[in-house]
């Protein structure tokens, strides 16, 4: 039997993901595939478009390459639109040629609206949607000043973002009185109107664009129907998108009253062999304008062309949570209040800038929509009360009310119902993973294996966490928190066990409540332990060989086996002297030198046997080590505060100095990050960190638990106003609890997460001692405080911890043969691995 | 016919770290030798280059056992090497080479290859 020809009329993302979907399906055996593409370039992803501005290119974005294609036999066609469809022939026209086809996919996808305002097919008005599309505003925007985004929603500002990215003046016009008309209501567009224009980007609500013509001191001049005017160099306009349905609508195909190709359940048209998907598609009066939605129309379709039609496509969930221009929104359900008899409840903080608003049924049972501005931290629970029909507790409004308002800590893994959704990526719920538990999974990593939850963006691990524990320990699985197959303890049991009995050695340790001789794991978690508790030299000899490479070397291992080095440069603060010392270190050993995103200098390139060397001179200039190594604290980023800074309240580079003075050293669970900030305008961006500090009128606002990296977080605030003492102390009492029951490699954001009660338990055991702990935390603290030494001055002044040093034993003019070197802009780096 | 090999002097009991490796260089290029007090035989030496990364850094890895088997950890990518056999525990189709090593006095022996000039020389 002869093939029969499957076409498809676009290459965007939701044409790509059914092409993915179909060929790997039985059906793919019985057709040929042709795809056309009406842009040049293969199907790419376009949810991340403006990464294009920030240096990505069309490779990066790409959803799939060429070899794809090619290998399963699919002919495609880019750059060439189809023209016209003929489906009494089942034909369709491009102009090179016509193509006949038995089965017919659209994936048009939609357009850009551009409204009908006199004089918009001038030059330098422009659209958002596609790489030419960006090229074009890339172009424009040479020799321009000021560009303006037509259109206040989730793509208008995220245009507006990228005309900021190129060094635009940027303007937002919009039509109705509040940005994201559709998403937001008046409290919360005004506080992201608030909050956008702080950071720069001038908004303009309730103006209707009547004209475009020249302008005087700029390209182009707006008129708006108050008579008031804008001159700009630049137009994009974003007022929304169309479904591109001319094709179908041409060839008679049933079309929507507003547009759009209308489908049923199975994506298939009013003609049975022609089908849409993604935004192009009409279902139940309804389009799609997301991606998720378009993935499921296209897995249903690849089912349906497969004989399988139990698959259904039965509507999305249109909720979004995203960052617009660093501000966290989120929108859930029936975020307008549509429901006939639905009530409202409103949190509004306008000093620290939230907004949170949900729509709750009548009868006040169930969750219908919700409205988040300023912070995202509650949208997970209030989704899955949204989705799942979960009943609200009696006062549901502490489900937005901050903690220490009575809030209500997030919904635990018991209380979702089976068929919450655990891990959207691979559309794992929670049935599933039960399921799996029953089917003889007992542990985190066969789940894992079993459901694929998790192993997409990640996104899922904590909460699949929680949910994999939580149902062991219900069917009576003793859920291990071991170490390793050697101690049969978490880490804060063992530090108690150190602590209680007084043990000073890795030896003692096992062999009076351990097994075997200890591994990459526990020794190195020991040795923290040991550390904090008794602060005695890293190098001492029953510590060394329990440390991992970079601590026992006090420098941290790069690829080809040299170490990198990292001086402490408290706050940032460095005086030319010691900065020529740097250099002048650096310029001897042919070190590639490189500034930290922690303030301070970080020197490449160093051989074992250099590094006391090294840090002989380093010391008698006046440095110490900067812990790089370790699991201690890093740096206290600062701004430059008062002392200069004409915003400046209070001496932040003072107060980072001090606290890196204080903390330096500390032994911890993991890293430990600080910053200052002089004032609310947040230079040092201190809320990233685990300790933030930042300046107020009267002291100090102290925030804890947020980190940057893989995961960020914000950090929370803990205290407000207080003085260096007060603050101090608040420290001291933070960190000492952290290092005292954070289990190993816990940073303290996911520590604090997992203390039962969250952040209003943290701030009762620190701010009012509710174990009757503070004084011997603080005492504990001063105790290292104390006992401080830099760990390479001990070092290099002791001739047998130098032994240590030697790259060869036996041959110390040896060189290391697989350190190759090359140059790259004027230094010295390795050569990567030859091919 | 089994090269012929040489017992080589690579170092002395005193440069050795309990529990913990040192480098050394041989004929053969850079061997990492182990002295693990706690355990019978106390002494073992493997190449010193990591196969997943190419550089020369097992010595400074982290010693222990996992289900008895003496192993080391590379400081760079975490695999553990057995200081026995050479095998790598998560993917047993790499192996580095192991040589035999003994306690001569107060030196430390390791069986290299003999090349010509010093097995004339030894
Ligand atoms: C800047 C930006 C940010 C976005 N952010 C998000 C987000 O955060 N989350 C989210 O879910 N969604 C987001 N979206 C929306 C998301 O990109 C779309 O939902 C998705 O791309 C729709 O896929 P599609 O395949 O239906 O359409 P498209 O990706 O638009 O693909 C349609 C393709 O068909 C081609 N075509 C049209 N007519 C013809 C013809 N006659 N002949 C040949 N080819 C033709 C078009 O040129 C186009 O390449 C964003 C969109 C933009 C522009
Ligand atoms: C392989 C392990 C890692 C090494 C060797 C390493 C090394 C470093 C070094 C040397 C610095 C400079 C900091 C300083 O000045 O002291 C740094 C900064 C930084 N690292 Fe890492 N890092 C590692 C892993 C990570 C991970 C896993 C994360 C994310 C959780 C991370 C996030 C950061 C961030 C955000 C900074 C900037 C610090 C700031 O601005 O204060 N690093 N890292
Ligand atoms: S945070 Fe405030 S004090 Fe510090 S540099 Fe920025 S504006 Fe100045
Ligand atoms: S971000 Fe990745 S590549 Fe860069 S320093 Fe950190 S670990 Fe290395
Ligand atoms: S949501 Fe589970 S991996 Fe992305």
């Known amino acids: 039997m002869s093939k029969k020809t499957l076409i498809v009329i676009g290459n965007g993302m939701v044409g790509h993901h059914f092409l993915e979907q179909f060929c790997a399906s039985p059906a793919a055996a019985d057709f040929e595939i042709i795809v056309f593409g009406e842009e040049k370039q293969l199907a790419y992803d376009r ?82 949607r596609t790489l030419d599309d960006l090229d074009a505003i890339r172009a424009s925007s040479e020799g321009a000043r000021a560009g303006v985004v037509v259109g206040g929603g989730l793509l208008g500002l995220e245009a507006a973002n990228a005309l900021k990215s190129l060094g635009l003046e940027a303007h937002v016009v919009e039509f109705a009185p509040r940005l994201m008309p559709v998403q937001l209501d008046a409290d919360g567009g005004a506080l992201l109107r608030h909050k956008i224009e702080e950071l720069g980007v001038q908004v303009h609500t309730e103006k209707a664009t009547t004209a475009i013509t020249e302008g005087e001191d700029a390209r182009l001049r707006m008129d708006f129907s108050d008579e008031s005017f804008l001159e700009t160099d630049l137009i994009v306009f974003s007022a929304g998108i169309r479904p591109q349905d001319a094709l179908a609508r041409a060839s ?8 759009g190709i209308v489908i049923n359940n199975h994506c298939t048209t009013s003609d049975p062999h022609v ?11 309804k389009i799609f304008g997301l991606v998720a939605p378009g993935y499921t129309m296209a897995r249903t379709l690849s089912a349906a062309l497969n004989g399988d039609r139990e698959l259904a496509f039965t509507g999305a969930d249109m909720s979004t949570k995203l960052k617009l221009l660093g501000v966290d929104v989120g929108s859930i359900g029936d975020a307008h209040a549509q429901t006939p008899g639905a009530r409202n409840i409103r949190f509004n903080d306008e000093q620290a800038g939230h907004y949170r608003r949900m729509v709750i049924s009548e009868d006040g049972k ?65 049935g599933d993973i039960c399921g799996a538990i029953d089917a003889g999974c007992s542990d985190l990593g066969s789940v894992k294996a079993e459901t694929k939850a998790s192993t997409g963006c990640g996104g899922c691990t904590a909460l699949l966490k929680n949910v994999v524990d939580s149902e062991l320990e219900k069917r009576g699985v003793e859920v291990s928190k071991d170490l390793c197959e050697h101690f049969p303890y978490s880490r804060q049991e063992l530090f108690h066990i150190v602590k209680v009995n007084g043990i000073r050695t890795f030896h003692t340790l096992i062999s009076q409540h351990g097994k075997g001789h200890g591994c990459d794991i526990c020794k190195p978690a020991v040795a923290s332990i040991l550390a904090t508790c008794w602060n005695e030299h890293i190098l001492a000899t029953d510590h060394v060989p329990l440390q991992d490479t970079n601590d026992t070397f006090m420098a941290n291992m790069q690829k080809n086996g040299t170490y990198s080095i990292v001086p402490r440069i408290p706050g940032g603060e460095i005086t030319p002297d010691k900065l020529i010392v740097l250099g002048e270190v650096a310029k001897e050993y042919d070190l590639y030198t ?26 008698a200039a006046g440095f110490e080590t900067g812990h790089a190594y370790g699991k201690s604290l890093r740096t206290v980023k600062s701004c430059v505060g008062n002392t200069w800074c004409r915003y400046g309240v209070q001496d932040s580079v003072g107060m980072a100095i001090r606290l890196e003075d204080r903390y330096k050293g500390l032994r911890a669970p993991h890293k430990v990050k600080m910053a200052v900030s002089g004032c609310t305008r947040e230079c040092a961006e201190a809320q990233s960190k685990d300790f933030g500090v930042i300046a107020t ?7 804890v638990c947020g980190n940057g990296g893989m995961r960020p977080r914000h950090a929370d605030l803990f205290a407000t106003d207080l003085s260096d003492e007060e603050l101090i102390r608040t420290i001291d009492r933070v960190v000492m609890f952290y290092v005292r029951t954070a289990d190993r490699l816990q940073r303290t954001s996911v520590w604090m997460e997992n203390l039962e009660g969250g952040l209003e338990y943290l701030k009762q055991v620190v701010l009012e ?44 003019s040896q060189t290391d043969p697989v350190q190759e070197w090359t140059v790259e802009r004027g230094q010295r780096r390795p050569v990567l691995e030859s091919a | 016919m089994k090269p012929r090999t040489r017992w080589e002097a690579v170092c002395t009991v005193d440069d050795l770290v309990p529990e913990s490796g040192i480098a050394v260089w041989t004929e053969e290029g850079p061997v ?77 022996r390791l069986e290299v290859r003999a090349n010509q000039q010093t097995s004339i020389a030894a």
């Open chain 1, 275 to 285: 089908h849409a998907i993604g935004e192009c598609a009409l279902w139940e009066q």
């Open chain 1, 366 to 430: 169930t969750l219908l929509g919700a409205i988040l501005v300023g912070d995202n931290s509650h949208y997970d629970t209030l989704l899955q009360y949204a989705l799942n029909g979960i009943t609200l507790p009696e006062n549901p409004e502490t489900l937005i009310l901050p903690e220490s308002q009575g809030g209500a800590p997030a919904l635990g893994p018991d209380a979702l119902p089976e068929t919450a959704s655990i891990c959207s990526c691979h559309n794992v719920t929670k």
């Open chain 1, 252 to 259: 008679g195909l049933e079309i929507g009253e507003r547009g």
């Open chain 1, 697 to 703: 009128e009267n002291g100090w606002n102290l925030y």
């Open chain 1, 47 to 128: 949810v991340h478009l403006s990464e294009y501005f920030g240096g990505s290119t069309h490779a990066d974005l790409a959803m799939g390459t060429l070899e794809w294609y090619t290998e399963q036999g699919i002919q495609l066609h880019l750059n060439e639109q189809v023209t016209g469809i003929n489906r009494e022939n089942r034909t369709l026209e491009t102009p090179r040629g016509s193509y006949r086809y038995d089965e017919l996919v659209l994936a048009t996808g939609s357009y850009p609206f551009v409204p009908p305002i006199e004089g918009n097919d001038r030059p330098h008005c422009l659209v958002y």
């Open chain 2, 32 to 108: 990492a030798v182990f002295y693990l007090p706690h355990r019978l035989p106390a002494l073992f030496a493997i190449s010193h280059t990591d196969p997943f990364s190419g550089a020369n850094v097992l010595a400074r890895g982290i010693t222990g056992d996992l289900k008895g088997e003496p192993v080391v950890a590379s400081p760079l990518y975490k695999q553990h090497f057995s200081l026995r056999t050479g095998i790598c525990l998560e993917d047993d189709t790499v192996r580095v080479k192991t040589y035999p090593v003994l306690l001569d006095g107060n030196q430390i």
């Open chain 1, 594 to 619: 490189k500034i930290t995103g922690g303030q301070r200098v970080d020197l490449f390139g160093a051989t074992l046997s250099q590094l006391p060397e090294i840090w002989e001179k380093l010391i």
């Open chain 1, 769 to 812: 001692d509710s174990l009757g702990i503070g004084a011997e935390l603080e005492e504990h603290m001063e105790g290292i405080v104390g006992t401080y030494q830099c760990e390479w001055k001990t070092a290099v002044e002791d001739p047998e911890k130098r032994k240590r040093f030697r790259e060869f034993v036996n041959a110390p």
